[in-house]
């Protein structure tokens, strides 16, 4: 059992080596000039070994992603009971805007929209891996104010897209065009707190 368990940590840490090295030549770089054989290197393992983790750039990017956005403990957390939609929309506003605040968000958007034009399995893998388990979150949610009685949404998808859309807006897309032009923490709790009115104004139940 130990020799096991020293095996699967061996690997796991040659995993982490991987994507930690491949994050930094994405970010350096850009996708296309990036190759698996200097991630390789610069992560101190084999060429082969690499490929049994992630058999093409596609996939290691993938496993960035996946490392970025999946494994957030906001994710993990149940959903806001039902009852009370301003509360818990703004809950999952915020657990959002943290994600969109990183450090790291931005410079990979950038890689991915300076490469998605020749490689469109960028723009798959941040969406399947980045945004949708937020979105999937959000639909269930709303699912379970509509069924509370507290929200009348026709279209549960749009709902959820405009919402994101409202804080995409005001607290992603400065700092994606310019890294100074972030804003404080007060500020983004009212960008928050108003696309929180916003949706409820639309589909709220009074």
Do not use: C
């Amino acid at each position: 059992m130990a020799v096991e368990e020293y095996r699967e940590r061996v690997k796991s840490e040659k995993r982490a080596a991987a994507l930690a090295a491949a994050g930094e030549a994405f970010l350096r770089q850009g996708y296309d000039r990036t190759t698996l054989a200097q991630v390789a290197k610069a992560a101190g393992i084999s060429t082969g070994t690499l490929f049994k983790h992630f058999p093409t750039k596609a996939a290691l990017f993938g496993g960035i992603m996946e490392q970025l956005w999946e494994a957030d403990p906001e994710l993990q957390r149940p959903l806001p009971p039902a009852g009370n939609p301003a509360a818990g929309l703004t809950a999952i506003g915020h657990d959002y805007a943290g994600k969109l605040r990183q450090p790291r968000t931005a410079p990979l958007f950038r890689v991915i929209i300076a490469e998605a034009p020749r490689f469109p399995e960028l723009g798959q893998a941040l969406f399947q891996r980045g945004k949708a388990p937020y979105l999937d979150r959000l639909h269930a949610y709303l699912r379970s104010e509509i069924a509370a009685g507290t929200m009348a949404v026709g279209d549960v998808p749009l709902a959820a897209r405009q919402f994101l859309g409202m804080i995409n807006d005001l607290i992603f897309w400065p700092t994606f065009f310019a890294a100074d032009q972030g804003l404080g923490d007060a500020e983004v709790a009212r960008v928050i707190d108003e696309a929180v009115l916003t949706l409820l104004g639309r589909y709220g139940r009074s």
